[in-house]
């Protein structure tokens, strides 16, 4: 049991079974907790509190997805940084878009996708630190690199953002 929803987590639910293009799979599967997200904002009374919030969604899922990446590498797939694990990628996608606080249905449009695109361009490039990351054992290395692309994504969209709306 535990061994099934260990996988499911890694995968994303399957996505990251998926056989072409698994990362970019996974990504996407981040829109739907985003878009949840948003639906729980309504409950926070204003965007600090909401932003607060959305921090300590983002470390808690850290600490499961690097769990996760670490019980996928040694007892599910048996081998380093499995292409099937994707929970990393959505972990990233959910980092790119912290600090963005869409109204609407257009402004969110607008983000989810602006966030895809600049995440993936980061994920896959692996500019700079985000390379040398992927190094680091015991599932952090499987996970920092994307965290590493998210923040790096976080800022340029802030920064994006911050011109457009």
Same mark, same amino acid.
């Given at each position: ?83 099937? *694990? +994707? &929970? %990393?990628?959505? =972990? ?5 878009? #912290? !600090? ?41 290395? *499987? +996970? &920092? %690199?994307?965290? =590493? ?5 976080? #800022? !340029? ?9």
């Amino acid at each position: 049991m535990k061994r099934k929803i260990i996988k499911n987590l890694g995968t994303w639910f399957g996505l990251g079974d998926l056989p072409k293009a698994p990362g970019t799979f996974g990504t996407l599967g981040g829109i739907p907790v985003y878009i949840g997200l948003n639906f729980v904002r309504k409950i926070f009374p204003n965007d600090l509190v909401y932003n607060s919030f959305y921090f300590m969604f983002l470390m808690t899922f850290f600490i499961v997805a690097v769990y996760v990446a670490n019980i996928c590498e040694k007892e599910i797939y048996h081998e380093k940084d499995p292409q099937n *694990v +994707v &929970i %990393d990628e959505v =972990l990233g996608y959910l980092t790119t878009l #912290f !600090l963005i606080n869409p109204v609407g249905i257009k402004e969110s449009f607008v983000a989810i996708s602006l966030a895809f695109v600049i995440f993936r361009f980061f994920d896959i490039t692996k500019i700079g630190p985000i390379n040398k990351s992927q190094n680091l054992g015991e599932g952090v290395g *499987v +996970v &920092i %690199d994307d965290f =590493l692309a998210g923040i790096i994504g976080n #800022f !340029l969209l802030v920064c994006i953002w911050s011109l457009l709306f």
